[in-house]
């Protein structure tokens, strides 16, 4: 038996379930996509970190499955960006 998993990039149809957009392998639009959760949802990025400024920083998907977005910001740029919200 194969070890082998699979990953977005071996999708055909990449389907965000945030702004319900859709990709087809034959017709890439460069965009970023990510697996936020255990389900089978994906989103793009930038859908998902609208979604979650909008809310707390700890969010969950659709599935209630919890997550955090963790930033490589240094510490003080978060706390501006805090701040300027």
């Not at 389907?15 to 697996?35: F, K, M, N, Q, S």
């Not at 955090?68 to 003080?76: G, K, V």
Request: charged letters at 20%; glycine letters at 2%.
């Amino acid at each position: 038996m194969s070890d082998y998993v699979p990953s977005i990039d071996d999708l055909r149809v990449k389907l965000c379930y945030i702004c319900r957009d859709e990709e087809v392998h034959t017709e890439p639009t460069g965009a970023v996509w990510i697996h936020p959760c255990r389900c089978a949802l994906i989103a793009h990025e930038a859908c998902q970190s609208a979604q979650t400024q909008t809310r707390s920083s700890s969010s969950a998907a659709k599935c209630n499955t919890p997550y955090e977005i963790t930033s490589d910001n240094p510490l003080a740029l978060r706390v501006m960006n805090w701040f300027c919200k």
